[in-house]
């Protein structure tokens, strides 16, 4: 164990992740590819947060202390308020996805690999890190492989994880991708990606700090999750669909925590 834990630490010097970013830790066998960049931006976050916001569905826009944008799950449907640096896309699903890719947006990560491969993105910059972990996903013909990411976010000492369109539970490999994590964007519709007990089954596994609800879903989802979770979290609303988070600001104990939107 000793030695896993120095080859991760010197794996984390070798790339150059300085205080900014989060000690997430992945325990992954094979490093990831690195690309860097810089921007320059002006910050509008206060330092050591990251501002969250709902954008709609699957979608977030995750803001860092040095002014880096980036948004998940970018369909081209969903209104853009200003352009992000990264764009992620966990599956080529119509609502999670777009091959139509707007002006300025300079990283375009896929969570799959178009010519049949496994998709890996390792991405820093300024004060953000973004990186995938593989996953399988579900058609009407049973399991495709590696055609679904989560996405991992990095900043702030906070590591915020996009859940993505899930269909299973995870493997040990995979949580030890996923390393350390305070923030889960959670799927809560409960049909067209896991069951609810399938869900919380991969929050237990997770063991976020907070939990996010998106991908709401429809015939009365939103109240089944909130009637199965409440014997599990507390439940919290928020009046606006944007919040500041430190590492200071993270509940004690689990917390389900629903942002306004959709």
């Known amino acids: 164990m000793k030695s896993l834990f120095a080859a991760i630490f010197g794996l984390v010097v070798s790339v150059g992740i300085g205080?900014?970013?989060?000690?997430?830790?992945p325990i992954a066998s094979q490093p990831l590819p690195v690309v860097r960049a810089s921007l320059g931006q002006s910050a509008s976050v206060?330092?050591?947060h990251i501002r969250i916001t709902y954008v709609g569905h699957a979608s977030f826009t995750i803001e860092s202390a040095a002014g880096v944008k980036a948004l998940t799950d970018y369909n081209g449907y969903l209104p853009l308020t200003a352009i992000p640096d990264i764009v992620t896309m966990n599956n080529s699903h119509e609502s999670h996805y777009t091959d139509f890719i707007a002006d300025g947006i300079k990283h375009v990560l896929r969570g799959?690999?178009?010519q049949g491969g496994v998709a890996r993105h390792n991405l820093f910059i300024e004060d953000m890190r973004v990186r995938n972990v593989p996953t399988n996903l579900s058609d009407i013909t049973g399991r495709m492989a590696n055609g679904n990411s989560m996405f991992v976010f990095e900043s702030a000492d906070l590591c915020?994880?996009?859940i993505s369109h899930l269909h299973h539970v995870l493997s040990k490999q995979q949580l030890g991708?996923?390393?350390?994590?305070?923030i889960a964007f959670a799927p809560i519709d409960?049909?067209?990606?896991?069951?609810h007990s399938e869900l919380f089954r991969v929050l237990a596994q997770i063991r976020p700090k907070l939990i996010i609800p998106m991908h709401?879903?429809?015939?009365?989802?939103v109240e089944e999750f909130i009637e199965k979770a409440k014997a599990l979290y507390p439940i919290r609303t928020h009046d606006s669909d944007t919040i500041l988070f430190?590492?200071?600001k993270l509940p004690r104990r689990t917390e389900v925590l629903f942002l306004k939107g959709e």
């Open 112 to 114: 799959w690999d178009p």
């Open 246 to 248: 430190s590492q200071a």
């Open 190 to 195: 409960g049909f067209m990606t896991m069951s």
């Open 19 to 25: 205080s900014a970013f989060a000690t997430c830790f």
């Open 177 to 182: 991708e996923l390393g350390r994590i305070d």
């Open 216 to 221: 709401y879903g429809w015939f009365g989802a």
């Open 160 to 162: 915020v994880v996009h």
């Open 46 to 48: 206060p330092a050591e």
